[in-house]
């Protein structure tokens, strides 16, 4: 079942002289369960992509369907919530609101939801994160990989549709990047989490499932590497 399609999508930026083509007529669609990873050199649209399908920038055609909802059909509100509630996002540069606790980060997206607090959920995922025991720290008292460790928990508590990972090594030494990784992996596996993970890196990219490689706005390859 596809938990993710994305149809014709372009983004078109400037007009005429000016006129920049970021991304060209994508489409591809991700199955539950799915590890996918998408590279590129930069400028290949990446970024653009990212943002599409995030539903932080609107397209100039296409759609992106999510859950069987198409997400730019709904209104600016209603695309806030619909993303808060069905895509983890985790970030290069973790994105922690730093006057929070590990825990108070981790279950932001439910506050903001008026969801109230799942002890349990959050007991759950500090466990898996390995940072039970730093629940009461602020994002100042953590490592780079701690925090991103903190922003991985975030984009897992309210079960997303998926998680989309924006070079989430990028910031990070390469021991650091593997525990990271290997965090994705086992959210990945053992959580059945969907990983949708942008990035440069082609060892990182080849740990996936599959791997989608963009130039110049386009497709170029798209492989299944483990079946």
Known sequence: MAVLEVKGLTKIYGNKDTKVTALDN????????????????????KSTLMNLIGGIDRPSSGSVIIDEKEIFKLSESQLAIFRRRNIGMIYQF??????????????????????????????????????????????????GGQQQRVSVGRAMINDPAFILADEPTGNLDSRTSREIIDLLKFANRSCHQTLLLITHDEKIALQADRIITLGDGKILADEVMKS
């Open 94 to 143: 973790y994105n922690l609101i730093p006057t929070l606790t590990t825990e108070e980060n981790i279950m932001l997206p439910r506050l903001l939801d008026n969801r109230g607090d799942d002890k349990d959920k959050l007991s759950s995922i500090m466990g898996m994160i390995g940072l039970s025991e730093r629940a009461k720290h602020l994002p100042s008292e953590l490592s």
């Open 26 to 45: 994508v489409s591809f669609s991700v199955n539950k369960g799915e590890f996918v990873a998408i590279i590129g050199a930069s400028g290949s649209g």
